[in-house]
Each structure stands twice: as structure tokens, then as C-alpha cells.
DNA sequence: AGCGTCACGGTTGAC
DNA sequence: GGGTCAACCGTGACG
């Protein structure tokens, strides 16, 4: 059940242990930080421990993406349908054939690579589960017909398990890796940013107060639901929408967000409430409720339609990239290994 | 004072 | 349907 209310950290902020911070908010550390305010400045303004505040810096300027990676799941599971498919092809043509055989095939045809590759012992037990009947009847077909596997059933068999690449599909959950947060092609943010603009313009305080009374605020920054949805969301629709789904980051995570917001009782949950005094850099923390944590600025104008100026002009709607890498000193070593591959797809 | 790092307690989702 | 496991999260504290 997601809590209703958060946790408040020591700034004051509201979070929800165990989860993400709103797209929003992680938008905006990035923004700020490309305005060249600093983390500690950054931390104290959002109320978000400087700790996050690094983290989601150093991620954003290794992967480019400011989304969170994806929760939860298991490891992507090498024996895939297509390389069981493989597998068999292998088998069948070669009955004899060695399970270390097939994993040099896998590799040489590149169905796999080194890095998803079965082990010898999942291949051995994809023989021995899966394939074992098969090449059973095989033999017992073969028996009665000449010795050569049937190329209609190898057809039939490729009718079931063909499929094409997960990621091609539409397959919405289909994992690119989990624990690949956001291949910055398509979660992130594209490598522009909006053309200069005030700090308090980027915060939007202005338009906040513009538009606080046509969008409520609580509809943007809440917690995501799914954020692993977030990528497929975007891949869809990061290159044909045409909207100013923020940035390519996330109209659409936004809405998501939405169901977020709305805790059992009705109440808002942690970011929605926002406040326009909370915009003040140090709000003393026993002043602002605690639901007024997350400040309105990156919620209300991440809810706008684009990214609007104060002026009222809608930013370049793939703005979430930044034009330049932050100005980081150093790129955090994080525990989180796998993104790495992510960071050298840029 | 600012920042990087990591233990911790928590959530999530595939298996 | 529920348990397990391994991924992730942000906080808070330490250096």
C-alpha cells in the first residue's frame, strides 16, 4: 500500500522511503545544477539530502537520464525463447553436440554475447528440459522417416517462439536490462536545453502563480507509480510525440504520477503540496508544512504544458538534455555497475 | 562548508 | 497467492 503521507527528512522534505522522488524534483536538481547553482544550494532549496541531490547529479551526468532505475524484477533471463530457439536449431542439426559447443555457437552466430550468454549448465538443463522431448521425438520420428529434421516443424517451431526483439516490439515491459535505468536515446533527455532563462524563471514562480489556479499542482510531482514504465512510455512516445511532453522525460510519467497522488483517503501525498513560499531559497523547515516539501516550481511548471516561461513562451519541447555535461568534478562510482553500459551507449 | 560515499531501512517486481 | 531475491530508492552519517 503507498503510503499516504511521507517521511520528513531533515531539511524538511517530504519523502517516501524505498521510493523515487517525482520526476519533477529530480528534473529540477538536474536544471538547477545546470544553472550552476550548487548541489549543497540545490539540496537546501528542494529539501532533498545532498546525498540524492549527488546521486541524481551523477547519474544524470553519466546516463544522461534523470529517471530513477528500474525497481524491482529480476535479472533479465538468458534463456530467452530465441535462444532456446537457437539452442534446438543446434541440437537438431547436431545431435551429439556439446553444451559448450552450442554456448561457442551461441557466441559465434551472435544470438548471444558475453554478457547474456547461457552457462554451460543452463544450457545443459535447457537440453534436458526443454528440448529433450523434442529431441526425443526427433529420434523416434526419425526412426520412422529419413534423418533429417523436418523442415515444417522447424517452421512450426519458429512460428511459436519466433518473436522479434523485445525492444523493437512494442513490449511495453519488456526490459531493455533492468537495472538499466534509461538508455538516455530514449528515456532521457534530449541534448538540448531551453535557451537561457532566469533562476526564477526555471523554478517558475511566476508561472506558478499563474498558473497554480488552471492546473492543479498535485497533478504533476507526485510519486511515479511504475517507473520502469516511465522507459517504455518514453520509447513510444519520446520521437513521435510531438507535444510538449516535457522534454521527452515524461508527459506521460507525469500522468502517471497523477494516479500517485491520490492517497486512499483523498489526501494528497507527498509532493503535491506545494507552496509558493516554499520557492523561498531557506524556508525555515517549522514554517512550511511538511507537504510542502517538494516546491511548486518544478511540479506546477512540469504539469504546464511545455515547459512555460514566465513570459508565457513554451520551451523547446525535448529540452530535458542539457546542452553541456554538468560541471561535475567527477563522475560518482556508483554500486549500480550495469548503468555503465547505459553511460557508454551515449 | 561542501561533497562523495555507504550503511540502512524501505519498496518493487520477476521468478 | 505468497515467498524469495535482487534490483532499486533516499536518508543520514561519516570522512
Known amino acids: 500500500m503507498e503510503p499516504a503521507f511521507g517521511e520528513v527528512n531533515q531539511l524538511g522534505g517530504v519523502f517516501v522511503n524505498g521510493r523515487p522522488l517525482p520526476n519533477a524534483i529530480r528534473l529540477r536538481i538536474v536544471e538547477l545544477a545546470q544553472l550552476g547553482i550548487r548541489p549543497c544550494d540545490i539540496s537546501r532549496q528542494?529539501?532533498?539530502?545532498?546525498?540524492?541531490?549527488?546521486?541524481?547529479?551523477?547519474?544524470?551526468?553519466?546516463?544522461?537520464?534523470?529517471?530513477?532505475?528500474?525497481i524491482g524484477g529480476s535479472k533479465p533471463r538468458v534463456t530467452t525463447p530465441?535462444?532456446?530457439?537457437?539452442?534446438?536449431?543446434?541440437?537438431?542439426?547436431?545431435?551429439?553436440?556439446?553444451?559448450w559447443e552450442i554456448r561457442d555457437r551461441l557466441l559465434a552466430d551472435g544470438v548471444c554475447d558475453k554478457y547474456n550468454v547461457p552457462s554451460v549448465s543452463s544450457?545443459?538443463?535447457?537440453?534436458?528440459?526443454?528440448?529433450?522431448?523434442?529431441?526425443?521425438?526427433?529420434?523416434y520420428e526419425s526412426s520412422k522417416t529419413p534423418a533429417h529434421p523436418s523442415p515444417q516443424s522447424a517452421l512450426q517451431y519458429n512460428a511459436i517462439y519466433s518473436y522479434s526483439s523485445p525492444i523493437t516490439t512494442a513490449g511495453a515491459k519488456m526490459p531493455?536490462?533492468?537495472g538499466v535505468p534509461a538508455i538516455p536515446g530514449h528515456v532521457g533527455i534530449h541534448r538540448t536545453w531551453p535557451s537561457s532563462?532566469?533562476?526564477?524563471?526555471?523554478?517558475?514562480?511566476?508561472?506558478?502563480?499563474?498558473?497554480?489556479?488552471?492546473?492543479?499542482?498535485s497533478d504533476s510531482s507526485s510519486y511515479p507509480t511504475k517507473v520502469e514504465e516511465w522507459n517504455s512510455i518514453n520509447r513510444s512516445h519520446f520521437q513521435s510525440s510531438n507535444q510538449a511532453a516535457v522534454n521527452g522525460l515524461d508527459k506521460s510519467p507525469l500522468e502517471q504520477e497523477v494516479k500517485y497522488t491520490q492517497g486512499p483517503n483523498g489526501l494528497p501525498t507527498a509532493s503535491s503540496f506545494?507552496?509558493?513560499?516554499?520557492?523561498?531559497?531557506?524556508?525555515?523547515?517549522?514554517?512550511?508544512?511538511?507537504?510542502?516539501?517538494?516546491?511548486?516550481?518544478?511540479?506546477?511548471?512540469?504539469?504546464?504544458?511545455?515547459?512555460q516561461h514566465a513570459s508565457g513562451s513554451t520551451l523547446p519541447t525535448h529540452s530535458c538534455d542539457l546542452p553541456t555535461p554538468l560541471p561535475f568534478k567527477s563522475v560518482q562510482a556508483t554500486r549500480e555497475?550495469?548503468?555503465?553500459?547505459?553511460?557508454s551507449a551515449l
Open 46 to 70: 528542494l529539501r532533498v539530502s545532498h546525498g540524492c541531490v549527488s546521486k541524481i547529479l551523477a547519474r544524470y551526468n553519466e546516463t544522461g537520464s534523470i529517471l530513477p532505475g528500474a
Open 82 to 99: 530465441t535462444v532456446v530457439k537457437h539452442i534446438r536449431a543446434y541440437k537438431q542439426r547436431d545431435p551429439g553436440i556439446f553444451a
Open 123 to 139: 544450457i545443459s538443463r535447457i537440453l534436458r528440459n526443454k528440448i529433450g522431448n523434442l529431441s526425443q521425438q526427433n529420434n
Open 176 to 178: 531493455t536490462s533492468p
Open 197 to 217: 532563462h532566469s533562476v526564477s524563471d526555471i523554478l517558475g514562480i511566476r508561472a506558478i502563480i499563474e498558473q497554480q489556479g488552471a492546473i492543479p499542482i
Open 274 to 307: 506545494v507552496s509558493v513560499p516554499s520557492m523561498a531559497p531557506y524556508p525555515p523547515p517549522t514554517q512550511v508544512s511538511p507537504y510542502m516539501t517538494y516546491s511548486a516550481a518544478a511540479s506546477s511548471y512540469m504539469a504546464t504544458h511545455g515547459w
Open 337 to 343: 555497475g550495469s548503468h555503465s553500459i547505459v553511460a
